[in-house]
């Protein structure tokens, strides 16, 4: 008959033991626990900073190789003048091309 009975009844409430191991856990955190928060807190921000420092060196390294080509292919057009024809049928080329987008 006795059997909707609960005889398992807590001796501290509920709450105030979640706050007394939140309180041994404060007693816990010491410098380590705290450097290891702040690298969590900057980690993300710091990595893609370095993500994007890393794609402007390489976007930069790309324009001085390039520049670099340009300019080994110029030196050649001066001595060669079939490279030099090419080069100036390119050049003519284009500037057709980029003219007709203004007419």
């Known amino acids: 008959m006795a059997r909707f009975v609960n005889?398992?009844?807590?001796?501290?409430?509920?709450?105030?033991?979640?706050?007394?191991?939140?309180?041994?856990?404060?007693a816990q955190f010491n410098a380590v626990h705290a450097a290891l928060a702040a690298l969590a807190l900057v980690g993300s921000p710091a990595r893609s900073a370095a993500a994007k420092l890393g794609a402007a060196l390489e976007k930069q390294a790309d324009v001085r190789k390039q520049?670099?080509?340009d300019e080994r292919l110029?030196?050649?057009?001066?001595?060669?003048?079939?490279v030099m024809a090419d080069l100036s049928r390119a050049m003519s080329?284009?500037?057709?091309?980029?003219a007709r987008g203004y007419y």
């Open 7 to 26: 005889t398992e009844l807590r001796t501290q409430h509920a709450g105030i033991a979640r706050f007394t191991r939140g309180f041994q856990a404060l």
């Open 67 to 69: 520049r670099r080509e």
């Open 74 to 82: 110029w030196n050649v057009a001066l001595t060669d003048a079939r």
């Open 93 to 98: 080329r284009d500037a057709g091309r980029d």
